[in-house]
C-alpha cells in the first residue's frame, strides 16, 4: 500500500520553528520527487518546496525562500522541511505528494501520490 504520511505540525509562536516530515512507503522512494504544499482557509493551494530525486536539485516559493529547507533523508525514505522564522501566514495545512515524472513542480497534476495533510498554526 502506497503511503505518504505528513508529521510534525502543530501550533507555534510567530518567528518559531517547525520541523515537518513526510515519510514514504509502498514505493520505490528514490524514482520520485518530493514537494510539499499548502493550503490556507480561503486560499489557493500553494507550491511551497521541492526535491528533485535525479540530482536532489531544490526549489522554493518566494514566500519562503530563506525560511524553509528542504531534505532527504534516503535511508529512511523521508523529506524533512525545516520551517524557520515562522509567520502567521504560513499557517496552513501541509501536504507532501510524490511524482515519478515530473515537468514542472507546482503542477498539481503530475503528483501521484498525497498525503492526508498536516496542520501548522501559527500565532501572532
Known amino acids: 500500500e502506497v503511503q505518504l504520511v505528513e508529521s510534525g505540525g502543530g501550533l507555534v509562536q510567530a518567528g518559531g520553528s517547525l520541523r515537518l516530515s513526510c515519510a514514504a512507503s509502498?514505493?520505490?522512494?528514490?524514482?520520485?520527487?518530493i514537494g510539499w504544499f499548502r493550503q490556507a482557509p480561503g486560499k489557493e493551494f500553494e507550491g511551497v518546496s521541492f526535491?528533485?530525486?535525479?540530482?536532489?536539485?531544490?526549489y522554493y516559493s518566494d514566500s519562503v525562500k530563506g525560511r524553509f529547507t528542504i531534505s532527504t533523508d534516503n535511508a529512511k525514505n523521508t523529506v524533512n522541511l525545516q520551517m524557520n522564522s515562522l509567520k502567521p501566514e504560513d499557517a496552513a495545512v501541509y501536504y507532501c505528494?510524490?511524482?515519478?515524472?515530473?515537468?514542472?513542480?507546482?503542477?498539481?497534476?503530475?503528483?501521484?501520490?498525497w498525503g492526508q495533510g498536516t496542520q501548522v498554526t501559527v500565532s501572532s
Open positions: 526535491i528533485s530525486n535525479s540530482d536532489d536539485s531544490t
Open positions: 509502498g514505493f520505490t522512494f528514490d524514482d520520485y520527487a
Open positions: 505528494a510524490a511524482a515519478r515524472l515530473i515537468t514542472t513542480m507546482t503542477y498539481l497534476h503530475e503528483y501521484d501520490y
